[in-house]
């Protein structure tokens, strides 16, 4: 959070690379053995691509909390990318709808057709 916090107030990128490797680097201290243990950021140290690093490791930290929605829209991805090429984003979402569930379809007869991808 404080990366992003310097990110977004055009504070000193290195500060924010130090906070970011602090989160990637980490490989002990915590109770369940669950840490990051990646090399050191290695990318182009630009405000645009420090800021999808923080949001990349947002999605991996922060799985499953109820926060993807609305980082996607903080950070400016309110739609699924839709160049995948050369190597698709894990981190993104693939789509903004998803089908309705088996059950809801067999039993509730107002269920609209499922969304378009």
Do not use: C, K, W
């Not at 739609?79 to 809801?104: G, I, M």
Request: proline letters at 10%; a neutral charge; glycine letters at 6%.
């Amino acid at each position: 959070m404080r990366a992003e916090a310097l990110l977004r107030t055009n504070g000193s990128l290195d500060a924010a690379l130090t906070d970011i490797n602090a989160v990637r680097t980490q490989a002990s201290g915590d109770p369940f053995g669950v840490h990051a243990n990646l090399p050191a950021y290695s990318g182009s140290v630009t405000n645009a691509d420090l800021l999808l690093e923080v949001y990349r490791q947002r999605s991996a930290e922060l799985f499953l909390s109820g926060v993807r929605l609305e980082d996607s829209r903080r950070f400016g991805r309110p739609a699924p990318p839709t160049n995948l090429n050369p190597v698709p984003l894990t981190f993104e979402r693939n789509r903004n709808f998803y089908p309705y569930p088996d059950q809801e379809r067999l039993t509730n007869p107002n269920t609209p057709a499922d969304p378009a991808i």
